[in-house]
């Protein structure tokens, strides 16, 4: 191919990564990831920021997966600063993906307890992949500081991060066993359980925990 003819292919797949049909947007990933180029990058991370629909996220997301990581992981660092709640947990979602620890320091406490569930769920996922060997109890520490928080899909996301750093979780979720949140004792629970049985269900574990607690309560009262 000649360097004309490969000059007026890539532009045509960076303009058609804003067309308005998705499925044309899905494609032109799709070509680009296949075919990896530097001249990409820019605009694959850009595009991560505010595309609407999941599907082609992801095929954004494996796009820059298929470039060096010396060229991608610093420019989806530079993302994760975006006052754009989704260009910080997109490009956290893509910065798990690529699992070079390099992005770790830029992975700081202010995105892990970002107030964006969205956010703060990615910077859980992607810190649990990147942390350094040794640095599991400080995480597990400030992941602790997020129980009881949100959703049941975001308790459930903190439950797996903290399951997934193993045994270190264990001193600092019987800590949080006696917290004054009910909210908190109850994820508490359901989190230490499920280190112990990691096949156990999370959602029976959440819901055998509020038990517990709502019993106690009782037994307290009485």
């Keep these: 191919m000649t360097r004309p003819e490969k000059d007026t292919n890539t532009m045509r797949a960076l303009q058609a990564l804003e067309n308005a049909d998705p499925s044309v947007r899905l494609r032109a990933a799709l070509a680009i ?24 996220r992801e095929m954004l997301t494996w796009a820059l997966i298929r470039h060096p990581p010396a060229l991608t992981v610093p420019k989806l ?5 975006s006052e754009r709640a989704q260009a910080r947990s997109q ?8 699992g070079d620890r390099r992005a770790w ?27 350094p060997p040794g640095d599991e109890p400080e995480l597990a ?39 004054l949140d009910p909210h908190v004792r109850a994820h508490a629970i359901a989190t230490e359980r499920l280190t112990r049985d990691p096949d156990a269900s999370v959602e029976f574990a959440i819901e055998e925990a509020k038990r517990v607690v709502a019993l106690g309560a009782i037994g307290e009262k009485g």
């Design 33 to 56: 990831g296949t075919a990896p180029d530097p001249l990409f990058v820019d605009t694959l991370v850009e595009r991560c920021a505010i595309e609407p629909e999941f599907s082609v």
């Design 77 to 81: 660092t530079d993302q994760l600063s």
């Design 91 to 98: 490009a956290l979602h893509t910065l798990s993906k690529i």
């Design 105 to 131: 320091p830029a992975l700081t406490r202010a995105l892990l307890t970002d107030p964006d569930d969205e956010v703060a769920r990615s910077a859980w996922r992607a810190a649990v992949v990147l942390v």
């Design 141 to 179: 520490g400030v992941l602790a500081t997020q129980l009881g928080r949100g959703t049941r899909d975001t308790r459930l996301s903190l439950s797996r991060a903290l399951v997934a750093l193993g045994a270190v979780t264990m001193p600092i979720l019987r800590a949080a066993m006696t917290d």
